[in-house]
């Protein structure tokens, strides 16, 4: 059983449409994130969840937008895509209190390329 | 401005050696450090981590140090073995429960 699972694990798309990337976890955790890799290689924190609620909203462009129906699921909505926004999206979770919250358990990745 | 620098994007390492890879933080805020590794198509995975009230944690093959006067982690392997190959990430948590993540060291165990 796949602890945390993203798809699509490929995304090719043209600037300007709107695409989507789904995130489940079955792990029971209570908190989800949403981390991108670009392309020096540095993993940055996005948004995160917990138990549906937002908790972590870095600086990134209103074209993103997390949406949690539940606190298995994390989704990732971007509108109107630019070439900048080709990256490997990680989703991922973790149970809450404690130091535990920092071991966050990572999906695959969604690699995005925008041309 | 990256408070996590992991300064050496590669360790080639003979099998059975000792594999070093360091860390350098910025942030004197940061109250937990964790080391992942990753491999090529797949998510990072949990490895091990070290809480700053400690200096060393050990599992198994695996040691991780941390020096707080210095603001420098390090994470050994021994003995490593074919299946380290892959990149390590080291990441930094604060009190507002956000991972900074280093760059990367990538290592290769030779055989």
């Known amino acids: 059983d796949t602890a945390v699972s993203q798809t699509p694990k490929y995304l090719v798309t043209q600037m300007g449409n709107d695409k989507s990337i789904k995130c489940e976890q079955n792990l029971g955790h209570d908190t989800m994130y949403w981390y991108k890799q670009d392309s020096k290689k540095f993993l940055k924190i996005m948004f995160s969840?917990?138990?549906?609620?937002?908790?972590i909203n870095e600086t990134v462009p209103n074209r993103f937008s997390p949406k949690s129906p539940d606190k298995a699921h994390l989704n990732l909505h971007i509108n109107s895509l630019e070439l900048g926004d080709s990256a490997v999206y990680f989703c991922?979770?973790?149970?809450?209190?404690?130091?535990?919250?920092?071991?966050?358990?990572f999906g695959p990745g969604t690699r995005l390329t925008v041309t | 401005d990256q408070q996590v620098k992991q300064n050496s994007p590669s360790l080639s390492v003979q099998e059975g050696r000792i594999s070093i890879l360091n860390c350098d933080y910025t942030n004197s805020m940061f109250d937990y450090f964790l080391w992942y590794k990753k491999y090529p198509a797949e998510g990072p995975t949990f490895l091990i981590s070290i809480s700053s009230i400690k200096d060393k944690n050990e599992d198994g093959r695996f040691t991780v140090f941390l020096n707080k006067s210095a603001k420098h982690l390090s994470l050994h392997i021994v003995p490593s073995q074919p299946g380290d190959s892959a990149v390590y990430f080291c990441?930094?948590?604060?009190?507002?429960?956000?991972?900074?993540f280093g760059a990367g060291t990538t290592v290769t165990v030779r055989a």
């Open positions: 990441a930094a948590g604060d009190n507002d429960y956000k991972l900074s």
């Open positions: 991922a979770s973790s149970p809450s209190g404690g130091a535990v919250f920092y071991e966050q358990y």
């Open positions: 969840y917990n138990n549906k609620e937002l908790i």
